[in-house]
């Protein structure tokens, strides 16, 4: 069964600082991997995603994350986090089922950033 | 593009009545939606498996006969809260796969289900 580890359930940095936010799996073959970000009250916005190919992705706001099969890691990173990046941030791993993708999600990463 | 709309985004309901949510993929065929529950500062849990035509697959511990699926179309699957309590009070969104793209998954919204 697939499964998604996020170590950190809370984590603050000051604003222009970089991040991480650390992201391991579980998964029999090759995955597809997301992650998504969540402001209070609101749905999910994907960030990035990958699926293949290159294992540094870009992705939206000044995030990557970086594919490491060697230690089932996805980790999402930005150089310097704006004020703006504070929300719940969730790492998922994907399960082609049928005609879609089902998706197991960690429990979450709250990023609180200081001024 | 690939938009999933759902509605209502927000619902409150009295304690033992039924609520319907509906997902909408608006400009692409799905053949596979997928509900997730999320409580408060929890994550997301998948429900269930809404297959287009067919019964939908419920995840262990998800009450069938209190959440029904009904997915009649390549475009639109329901979820109905059925005799809903305080403690179904939760956060619930979808998501949709196309047909040509299953690897992606467009969410919704999300409903905001509150009963009293």
């Known amino acids: 069964a697939q499964s998604v580890t996020q170590p950190d359930i809370h984590i603050t940095v000051s604003e222009g600082a970089s991040l991480e936010l650390r992201c391991n799996y579980s998964?029999?073959?090759?995955?597809?991997l997301f992650w998504y970000v969540q402001s209070p009250g609101q749905g999910l916005q994907l960030l990035l995603k990958?699926?293949?190919?290159?294992?540094l992705v870009q992705g939206i706001k000044g995030f990557e994350a970086e594919f490491k099969r060697s230690q089932s890691s996805f980790n999402l990173r930005k150089p310097s986090v704006h004020w703006s990046d504070a929300a719940e941030y969730f790492c998922?791993?994907?399960?082609?089922?049928?005609?879609?993708?089902?998706?197991?999600f960690g429990t979450g990463t709250q990023l609180k950033v200081e001024l | 593009g690939a938009v999933v709309s759902q509605h209502p985004s927000r619902v409150i309901c009295k304690s033992g009545t039924s609520v319907k949510i509906e997902c909408r993929s608006l400009?692409?065929?799905?053949?596979?939606m997928f509900w997730y529950r999320q409580f408060p500062k929890q994550s997301l849990m998948l429900m269930a498996t809404?297959?287009?035509?067919?019964?939908?697959?419920?995840e262990q511990g998800v009450e069938k006969d209190k959440f029904l699926i009904n997915h009649a179309s390549l475009t639109l699957s329901t979820l109905t809260v059925t005799s809903a309590h305080p403690e179904d009070s939760s956060f619930y969104i979808c998501?949709?796969?196309?047909?040509?793209?299953?690897?992606?998954?467009?969410f919704g919204q999300g409903t905001r289900l509150t009963v009293v």
């Open positions: 998922a791993v994907g399960g082609l089922t049928g005609g879609g993708n089902k998706l197991t």
């Open positions: 809404s297959n287009e035509g067919s019964k939908a697959t419920y």
């Open positions: 400009d692409f065929q799905a053949t596979t």
């Open positions: 990958y699926f293949s190919g290159d294992t």
């Open positions: 998501s949709a796969s196309r047909v040509d793209l299953a690897t992606e998954a467009f």
């Open positions: 998964y029999g073959a090759t995955p597809y």
